[in-house]
């Protein structure tokens, strides 16, 4: 049973940052991509940021790029959100994926895809 689970979310200030992890188990974690996505207040569930099961390919959302960074470690099975620069228009909550990412349109989605329970992040002005 695949299980990701979301930590490190909260309230922050515009301008701070914060570091998101997902922890995944019952996959072989390496063989497949990872993927952010987040849900705002009233919004439909949008692409955040995507890294490639190696670790060397990463996509980024345009409202993102620049302020977040996306990393694994795949000897300890998690995937990382670093985000700098918050902004109020941010907040959401976050939920994190493995599956296959699929481009589309300038955009990201995801394929076979299992999904954590979402963790929220809220920046305040």
């Known amino acids: 049973q695949v299980q990701l689970v979301e930590s490190g979310g909260g309230l922050v200030q515009a301008g701070g940052s914060l570091r998101l992890s997902c922890a995944a188990s019952g996959r072989t974690f390496s063989s497949y991509d990872m993927g952010w996505f987040r849900q705002g207040p009233g919004k439909e569930r949008e692409f955040v940021a995507g890294i490639s099961g190696s670790g060397i390919a990463t996509y980024y959302a345009d409202s993102v790029k620049g302020r977040f960074s996306i990393s694994r470690d795949n000897a300890k099975n998690t995937v990382y959100l670093q985000m700098n620069s918050l902004k109020p228009e941010d907040t959401a909550v976050y939920y994190c994926?493995?599956?296959?990412?699929?481009?589309?349109?300038?955009?990201?989605?995801?394929?076979?895809?299992?999904w954590g329970q979402g963790i929220q992040v809220t920046v305040s002005s």
């Open positions: 994926a493995t599956g296959y990412l699929i481009s589309n349109s300038g955009s990201y989605s995801l394929s076979s895809a299992y």
